[in-house]
T-cell receptor
Framework: GAGVSQSPSNKVTEKGKDVELRCDPISGHTALYWYRQSLGQGLEFLIYFQGNSAPDKSGLPSDRFSAERTGGSVSTLTIQRTQQEDSAVYLC??????????????FGPGTRLLVL | QKEVEQNSGPLSVPEGAIASLNCTYSDRVSQSFFWYRQYSGKSPELIMSIYSNGDKEDGRFTAQLNKASQYVSLLIRDSQPSDSATYLCAVQGDSSYKLIFGSGTRLLVRP
């Protein structure tokens, strides 16, 4: 079976432009997460979706960041008016169910975003 | 104070030696603990998960958890050059499903 897929793999944009990053989770996984990883740093949580519940947006760094998950599957992370500090690798992960022992998060290959 | 702390390294060990990676966390109610391996330019992959105090072994890897001292460690026996990577410690609380990651320890295994 396919793993988590993300697109694009690389994105170069100009400061002030909007970007959309896509994540396709593992089929059947109900939980979906977005993280970002700046150069040489650990992963920073951004947002979490679980089924039809309201998402946990507590990690979004500003109101320029938003995400949605349509039909409980594919998710899109949108960054409006990009800034140079938004440059990072954006990683998506999915897990089967949020139950201890089954909550292992599997990561996609990431989208490398560079804001010039 | 960071929520999850790791020594950034690099930790350099000779091939065949035991590599010991450590992690401390600040949230006492944390319930689930994970070690991910991340090769340069790649995404993290799960190595071990541990939920209870004590040791958990899987092949050459042993995870150790001490909730009273709030630390979790990963031992890699018979280290191989292919183990050279950054090892990320991640912690999950009891009321949140997000993972809090440390900044990672870079391991170098010398042939």
């Amino acid at each position: 079976g396919a793993g988590v897929s993300q697109s694009p793999s690389n994105k170069v944009t100009e400061k002030g432009k909007d970007v959309e990053l896509r994540c396709d989770p593992i089929s059947g996984h109900t939980a979906l997460y977005w993280y970002r990883q700046s150069l040489g740093q650990g992963l920073e949580f951004l947002i979490y979706f679980q089924g039809n519940s309201a998402p946990d947006k507590s990690g979004l760094p500003s109101d320029r960041f938003s995400a949605e998950r349509t039909g409980g599957s594919v998710s899109t992370l949108t960054i409006q008016r990009t800034q140079q500090e938004d440059s990072a690798v954006y990683l998506c992960a999915s897990s089967l169910v949020p139950v201890q022992g089954q909550e292992t998060q599997y990561f996609g290959p990431g989208t490398r975003l560079l804001v010039l | 104070q960071k929520e999850v702390e790791q020594n950034s390294g690099p930790l350099s060990v000779p091939e065949g030696a035991i590599a010991s990676l450590n992690c401390t966390y600040s949230d006492r109610v944390s319930q689930s603990f994970f070690w991910y391996r991340q090769y340069s330019g790649k995404s993290p992959e799960l190595i071990m998960s541990i939920y209870s105090n004590g040791d958990k072994e899987d092949g050459r890897f042993t995870a150790q958890l001490n909730k009273a001292s709030q630390y979790v460690s990963l031992l890699i026996r018979d280290s191989q050059p292919s183990d050279s990577a950054t090892y990320l410690c991640a912690v999950q609380g009891d009321s949140s499903y997000k993972l809090i990651f440390g900044s990672g320890t870079r391991l170098l295994v010398r042939p």
